[in-house]
Protein backbone atom coordinates (compact mmCIF):
# COMPACT_ATOMS: atom_id res chain seq x y z
CA UNK A 1 0.00 0.00 0.00
CA UNK A 2 2.72 2.25 0.96
CA UNK A 3 4.18 1.29 -2.43
CA UNK A 4 0.91 1.80 -4.56
CA UNK A 5 1.11 5.39 -2.68
CA UNK A 6 4.63 6.33 -3.76
CA UNK A 7 3.73 5.21 -7.40
CA UNK A 8 0.85 7.46 -7.42
CA UNK A 9 2.76 10.41 -5.68
CA UNK A 10 5.46 9.80 -8.65
CA UNK A 11 3.11 9.74 -11.11
CA UNK A 12 1.63 12.66 -10.37
CA UNK A 13 4.65 14.72 -9.73
CA UNK A 14 5.37 13.01 -13.32
CA UNK A 15 2.14 14.43 -14.95
CA UNK A 16 2.75 18.22 -13.28
CA UNK A 17 6.62 18.44 -14.28
CA UNK A 18 4.93 17.43 -17.64
CA UNK A 19 2.68 19.87 -17.74
CA UNK A 20 4.74 22.46 -16.26
CA UNK A 21 7.31 21.67 -18.99
CA UNK A 22 4.31 22.06 -21.81
CA UNK A 23 3.53 25.37 -20.78
CA UNK A 24 7.12 26.70 -20.33
CA UNK A 25 7.84 24.78 -24.24
CA UNK A 26 4.34 27.00 -25.50
CA UNK A 27 6.25 29.97 -23.89
CA UNK A 28 9.05 30.21 -25.59
CA UNK A 29 7.33 28.80 -28.68
CA UNK A 30 5.23 32.00 -28.27
CA UNK A 31 7.89 34.15 -27.57
CA UNK A 32 10.22 32.60 -30.72
CA UNK A 33 7.29 33.41 -33.12
CA UNK A 34 6.84 36.87 -31.59
CA UNK A 35 10.62 37.68 -32.22
CA UNK A 36 11.24 39.58 -35.02
CA UNK A 37 14.91 39.36 -36.66
CA UNK A 38 15.90 42.75 -37.68
CA UNK A 39 18.75 43.03 -40.09
CA UNK A 40 21.24 46.14 -40.74
CA UNK A 41 23.50 46.33 -43.38
CA UNK A 42 26.68 47.93 -43.47
CA UNK A 43 26.42 49.75 -46.69
CA UNK A 44 29.64 51.26 -46.40
CA UNK A 45 30.46 50.65 -49.64
CA UNK A 46 29.97 54.39 -51.16
CA UNK A 47 28.95 54.12 -54.92
CA UNK A 48 31.35 56.46 -56.52
CA UNK A 49 28.68 57.98 -59.31
CA UNK A 50 31.20 60.23 -60.89
CA UNK A 51 33.38 57.72 -61.53
CA UNK A 52 30.58 55.27 -62.93
CA UNK A 53 29.33 57.87 -65.53
CA UNK A 54 33.04 58.42 -66.24
CA UNK A 55 33.63 55.15 -67.71
CA UNK A 56 30.33 54.78 -69.21
CA UNK A 57 31.05 57.84 -71.11
CA UNK A 58 34.18 56.38 -72.26
CA UNK A 59 32.23 52.95 -73.26
CA UNK A 60 29.89 55.52 -75.33
CA UNK A 61 32.97 57.68 -77.03
CA UNK A 62 34.53 54.73 -77.75
CA UNK A 63 31.80 52.93 -79.22
CA UNK A 64 31.28 56.48 -81.20
CA UNK A 65 34.73 56.49 -82.36
CA UNK A 66 34.76 53.21 -83.40
CA UNK A 67 31.38 53.90 -85.62
CA UNK A 68 33.05 57.02 -86.77
CA UNK A 69 36.02 54.98 -88.05
CA UNK A 70 33.83 52.53 -89.53
CA UNK A 71 31.82 54.96 -91.17
CA UNK A 72 35.24 56.70 -92.71
CA UNK A 73 36.73 54.09 -93.73
CA UNK A 74 33.39 52.82 -95.76
CA UNK A 75 33.17 56.44 -96.84
CA UNK A 76 36.87 56.11 -98.06
CA UNK A 77 36.31 52.58 -99.88
CA UNK A 78 33.17 54.41 -101.52
CA UNK A 79 34.94 56.74 -102.57
CA UNK A 80 37.94 55.32 -104.23
CA UNK A 81 35.71 53.16 -105.92
CA UNK A 82 33.82 55.99 -107.73
CA UNK A 83 37.08 57.63 -108.63
CA UNK A 84 38.12 53.93 -110.02
CA UNK A 85 34.43 54.02 -111.88
CA UNK A 86 35.10 57.57 -113.05
CA UNK A 87 38.63 56.96 -114.25
CA UNK A 88 37.01 54.21 -115.96
CA UNK A 89 34.15 56.35 -117.55
CA UNK A 90 36.49 59.38 -118.85
CA UNK A 91 38.95 56.70 -119.99
CA UNK A 92 35.65 55.21 -122.40
CA UNK A 93 34.77 58.76 -123.02
CA UNK A 94 37.61 59.73 -124.58
CA UNK A 95 37.92 56.44 -126.56
CA UNK A 96 34.58 56.95 -127.89
CA UNK A 97 35.72 60.45 -128.77
CA UNK A 98 38.38 59.49 -130.50
CA UNK A 99 35.97 56.93 -132.35
CA UNK A 100 34.08 59.30 -133.50
CA UNK A 101 37.11 61.70 -134.65
CA UNK A 102 38.55 58.86 -136.86
CA UNK A 103 34.71 58.27 -138.15
CA UNK A 104 34.02 61.49 -139.01
CA UNK A 105 37.85 61.61 -141.06
CA UNK A 106 36.44 58.50 -142.89
CA UNK A 107 33.16 60.34 -143.39
CA UNK A 108 35.11 63.48 -144.62
CA UNK A 109 37.43 61.45 -147.25
CA UNK A 110 34.56 59.09 -148.88
CA UNK A 111 32.60 62.46 -149.14
CA UNK A 112 36.06 64.00 -151.41
CA UNK A 113 36.27 60.61 -152.93
CA UNK A 114 32.29 60.88 -153.92
CA UNK A 115 32.60 64.15 -154.82
CA UNK A 116 36.19 63.41 -156.71
CA UNK A 117 33.91 60.79 -158.44
CA UNK A 118 31.11 62.57 -159.34
CA UNK A 119 33.36 65.23 -161.13
CA UNK A 120 35.17 62.66 -162.82
CA UNK A 121 31.69 61.28 -164.00
CA UNK A 122 30.37 64.78 -165.04
CA UNK A 123 33.75 65.27 -166.71
CA UNK A 124 33.45 61.59 -168.71
CA UNK A 125 29.41 62.44 -169.70
CA UNK A 126 30.59 66.04 -171.24
CA UNK A 127 33.47 63.67 -172.73
CA UNK A 128 31.51 61.47 -174.28
CA UNK A 129 28.47 64.41 -175.46
CA UNK A 130 31.17 65.81 -177.51
CA UNK A 131 31.76 62.27 -178.93
CA UNK A 132 28.49 62.14 -179.64
Request: net charge negative.
Amino acid sequence: VELEAKVDALTDEIDFLRGLYEAELRELQAQISDTSVVLSMDNSRNLDLDSIIAEVKAQYEEIANRSRAEAESWYQTKYEALQLTAGKHGDDLRNTKNEISEINRVIQRLQGEIENAKAQRAKLEAAIAKLR
